[in-house]
């Protein structure tokens, strides 16, 4: 199967991943046993329109609320850029977009869009947790971004913000070499 299509977990040098079993895949969220979608793309900037794509129309699937989906696609769109340009520096890598399973394990009903969705990202990159607490110095640099008008605002770190504001369900684990954030949106 090409490794960037929409199928089975693909890892590299997952018989060697410290922490991981041979062939585990990353998203150790998801129920065991329970069939989990996935793609998998380079980590450029030509990936984001099939991965955003991709997870609206999980959003659409999972009947997401509709004042959650822009929230959904704007984090994604964050997330997604900040692997692009900070996970593989000077280097190529991939980027896995993954579904992960409702709780109740079931489909949701035709028009409920009161459901949950849960989107796992996951880089071989550079080890970075975007949940952590944040620099003083960045905190107060995003206040000040955050009063200033868009040509004053300084580049970097409102993706944190946003995350941190809009997917308040996050989390994020190191497992082996992967970086896994998991965004969770609904109820």
Do not use: C
């Amino acid at each position: 199967m090409d490794e960037h299509a929409i199928g089975p977990p693909t890892r590299p040098d997952a018989d060697t991943d410290e922490g991981a079993s041979a062939g585990a895949s990353p998203n150790a969220n998801a129920d065991a046993g329970a069939s989990v979608l996935r793609l998998r793309l380079p980590a450029h900037q030509e990936s984001l329109p099939p991965l955003r794509a991709l997870a609206l129309a999980w959003a659409e699937q999972a009947g997401l609320a509709d004042d959650l989906v822009p929230r959904l696609d704007l984090v994604l769109e964050e997330m997604l850029m900040n692997v692009f340009h900070h996970a593989y520096p000077g280097e190529l890598g991939d980027v896995e977009l993954a579904l992960i399973p409702n709780k109740q394990g079931g489909p949701h009903q035709q028009g409920d869009r009161t459901g949950q969705l849960s989107l796992s990202l996951t880089d071989w990159g550079v080890p970075f947790d975007p949940l952590a607490p944040p620099d003083p110095g960045l905190e107060a640099g995003l206040e000040a971004n955050l009063d200033a008008g868009l040509d004053e605002r300084a580049p970097g770190g409102m993706g944190l913000f946003l995350l941190r504001t809009l997917a308040p369900g996050s989390s994020y684990s190191r497992l082996g070499q992967a970086n896994v954030l998991t965004l969770t949106f609904g109820a």
